[in-house]
């Protein structure tokens, strides 16, 4: 891994969301991930996973696909991405355009326990979705170049940017519906109609 600077992960959230200007769609991974996201702002053209590791980029990648005029993002865990490996390769070999996954690395399982990843030690992140096919993949040096790469993804994809991140916790706790959730989601993407 390059030598990267630890930086915080509500911090680059509210970075990432402030550069969203298209109605860009957003799938939060499950715990900090789609915490933070909550409290970055909540917009109808976002999901909070609710109690399914790795699945974000999955499906980010099924939105990806769906509506192909509209970007997608993933933020996902380091822990997460490493259960679900195999969907980098999927999307190197689709190539959808129009997604971008932002992975937080902190090298524990923050949720559960703070029970160490392999990325602590051994694993890294960007040089196995390069290994995937996905070349434009990098690490995030620090803030600067963190928002640098998100408004380059965000004009064409795939693109996967790391971020090493400290181990704070998030700052606030999404409301747990997951019909609300899902309903908001949709109606924000234009697929289902507002009943009010």
């Not at 402030?18 to 499950?30: F, N």
């Not at 053209?45 to 005029?69: C, D, E, K, R, W």
């Not at 170049?145 to 999404?174: N, Q, S």
């Amino acid at each position: 891994m390059a030598n990267v600077k630890s930086m915080n992960r509500f911090d680059l959230t509210k970075r990432l969301v402030a550069l969203l200007k298209h109605d860009e769609a957003v799938i939060g991974g499950i715990g900090n991930a789609n915490f933070d996201l909550w409290a970055a702002g909540r917009r109808p053209q976002n999901f909070y996973m609710l109690g399914s590791m790795g699945l974000a980029i999955p499906i980010a990648f099924g939105v990806a696909l769906a509506q192909p005029h509209r970007h997608v993002v993933a933020l996902e865990g380091d822990g997460s991405l490493l259960m679900q490996l195999g969907s980098l390769s999927t999307i190197a070999m689709q190539r959808p355009k129009n997604l971008t996954i932002v992975i937080w690395d902190n090298g524990i399982y923050q949720i559960t326990g703070s029970q160490p990843t392999s990325t602590a030690s051994t694993a890294d992140l960007v040089a196995i979705a390069q290994g995937s096919g996905l070349a434009n993949s990098a690490w995030a040096a620090d803030e600067d170049d963190f928002e640098r790469r998100v408004a380059e993804a965000l004009k064409g994809g795939p693109t996967l940017i790391a971020a090493r991140i400290d181990d704070k916790p998030a700052v606030a706790t999404t409301d747990r519906d997951p019909v609300q959730i899902r309903e908001r989601f949709m109606r924000g993407l234009g697929v289902r109609d507002d009943p009010n």
